[in-house]
T-cell receptor
Framework: EAGVAQSPRYKIIEKRQSVAFWCNPISGHATLYWYQQILGQGPKLLIQFQNNGVVDDSQLPKDRFSAERLKGVDSTLKIQPAKLEDSAVYLC??????????????FGQGTRLTVV | KNQVEQSPQSLIILEGKNCTLQCNYTVSPFSNLRWYKQDTGRGPVSLTIMTFSENTKSNGRYTATLDADTKQSSLHITASQLSDSASYICVGTLKSPQLLHEKLTFGTGTRLTIIP
């Protein structure tokens, strides 16, 4: 079974530039998560999709961050414009989700973003 | 407020020794408690998922315990190996009847280093 795919693995940009990350979840997984993980901290949820609908984006800085999940499969996360404090690893995860409980969440390798 | 606290923040032990990591959670309404292993530069990988009716669950040399009354969990690693060096993250999951999805709350992790 293929895992969660993310690209790129690394990205370095200057502040005020824009950047986009891509995620391909495990086939058949209804729930897709984007997390931000700052060095030395646990992942923080940015946005959670169920199929192509948003179920939680309460911690997404909507003035600069946006995300979409086309056709309930792949997803992109965009930052525009980037700030120095956005330097972090951006993790995508997926799970069977839906109304099921106790479903395992599988994570991708993450995209390490450095804003200079 | 939903939160997960882990201790210790970091731990160094000799190869072959055992260790126990602690987690206190305040997550309501509680659905399950998860432990993840995160190697440096990689995404978290699930070790165990436990519901409130499960006191203990093993995955090889990893054994997790759950006390739903005191809202505490522990992860015990037996006969540690160099490959156990990683961050171990405790995650509390909530799901209410109003929510059609689970919501994960991550701890900040325990950084474990195994030395030869």
């Amino acid at each position: 079974e293929a895992g969660v795919a993310q690209s790129p693995r690394y990205k370095i940009i200057e502040k005020r530039q824009s950047v986009a990350f891509w995620c391909n979840p495990i086939s058949g997984h209804a729930t897709l998560y984007w997390y931000q993980q700052i060095l030395g901290q646990g992942p923080k949820l940015l946005i959670q999709f169920q199929n192509n609908g948003v179920v939680d984006d309460s911690q997404l800085p909507k003035d600069r961050f946006s995300a979409e999940r086309l056709k309930g499969v792949d997803s992109t996360l965009k930052i525009q414009p980037a700030k120095l404090e956005d330097s972090a690893v951006y993790l995508c995860a997926s799970s069977l989700g839906g109304s099921r409980t106790n479903t395992e969440a599988f994570f991708g390798q993450g995209t390490r973003l450095t804003v200079v | 407020k939903n939160q997960v606290e882990q201790s210790p923040q970091s731990l160094i032990i000799l190869e072959g020794k055992n260790c126990t990591l602690q987690c206190n959670y305040t997550v309501s309404p509680f659905s399950n408690l998860r432990w993840y292993k995160q190697d440096t530069g990689r995404g978290p990988v699930s070790l165990t998922i436990m519901t409130f009716s499960e006191n203990t669950k093993s995955n090889g040399r990893y054994t997790a315990t759950l006390d739903a009354d005191t809202k505490q969990s522990s992860l015990h690693i037996t006969a540690s190996q160099l490959s156990d060096s990683a961050s171990y993250i405790c995650v509390g999951t909530l799901k209410s009847p109003q929510l059609l999805h689970e919501k994960l709350t991550f701890g900040t992790g325990t950084r474990l280093t195994i030395i030869p």
